[in-house]
């Protein structure tokens, strides 16, 4: 099945500070989205892009879905922007089934 | 986008008992999936449940353990059967907006069913 990689594994940073959540995975697919897990367990939708650009306020996102790879960009980051941060893809042939990666947990110190 | 809710949102069992969890979406959705996420860990898919057929297990999963409702297609249930504490885990529900077959494919979860098996 398809493999997916989320780099860093784990990002501490000062509020205000900006990062850059990699997501690569190993085959075409029809769906890729970002998610952000809070403390509670939600899964709050972040972004539905499998491929090109999408901005929706301080965050970013862009998939190049011809190299395997898209890019979560969070600009001058708050507190409450700590979490767990999930890419999952939907490959050609998986027919809705998402597969995880196994996340990028993010925390921001004021 | 659905609004979906789960029952229990969390809940403390023994060992060797079963609970159901519930999964209800506020329209109409043709594909329900259900996911497990043990501590530390991240989101595996437990099964696929579409409406008028039988649940479609991933590898690891199997329907004596996990069986599956789907009696229409804004409702779903997923038992836990003869628990241990390796099944403690939070379990969620989600939904596939868009056709399938069409361009418009996302995903949304329920707010998940926090377990605890002593």
């Known amino acids: 099945g398809i493999q997916v990689e989320q780099s860093p594994p784990d990002l501490i940073l000062q509020e205000g500070a900006n990062s850059t959540l990699r997501c690569n995975f190993s085959?075409?697919?029809?769906?890729l989205q970002w998610f952000h897990q809070n403390p509670w367990g939600q899964l709050i939708n972040l972004f539905y892009?499998?491929?090109g650009t999408k901005q929706n306020g301080r965050l970013s996102a862009t998939t190049v879905a011809t190299e395997r790879y898209s890019l979560l960009y969070i600009s001058s980051s708050q507190t409450t922007d700590s979490g767990v941060y999930f890419c999952?893809?939907?490959?050609?042939?998986?027919?809705?089934?998402?597969?995880f990666g196994q996340g990028t947990i993010l925390t921001v110190h004021p | 986008s659905a609004v979906i809710s789960q029952k229990p949102s969390r809940d403390i069992c023994q060992r060797g008992t079963s609970l159901t969890i519930q999964c209800q979406v506020d329209?109409?959705?043709?594909?329900m999936f259900w996911y497990r996420q043990q501590p530390g860990q991240s989101l595996t898919l437990i099964a696929t449940?579409?409406?008028?057929?039988?649940?479609?297990?991933e590898s690891g999963f199997v329907i004596d353990k996990f069986p599956i409702s789907r009696p229409n297609l804004t409702f779903s249930t997923l038992t836990v059967s003869n628990m241990s504490p390796e099944d403690s885990s939070i379990y969620l529900c989600?939904?596939?907006?868009?056709?399938?077959?069409?361009?418009?494919?996302?995903?949304?979860f329920g707010p998940g069913t926090r377990l605890t098996v002593l």
């Open positions: 989600s939904v596939e907006e868009g056709a399938r077959g069409s361009s418009y494919n996302e995903q949304f």
């Open positions: 085959d075409s697919v029809n769906n």
């Open positions: 892009i499998p491929s």
């Open positions: 999952a893809v939907e490959g050609r042939t998986s027919y809705g089934k998402l597969t």
């Open positions: 329209s109409q959705v043709t594909m």
């Open positions: 449940a579409n409406q008028g057929s039988e649940a479609t297990y």
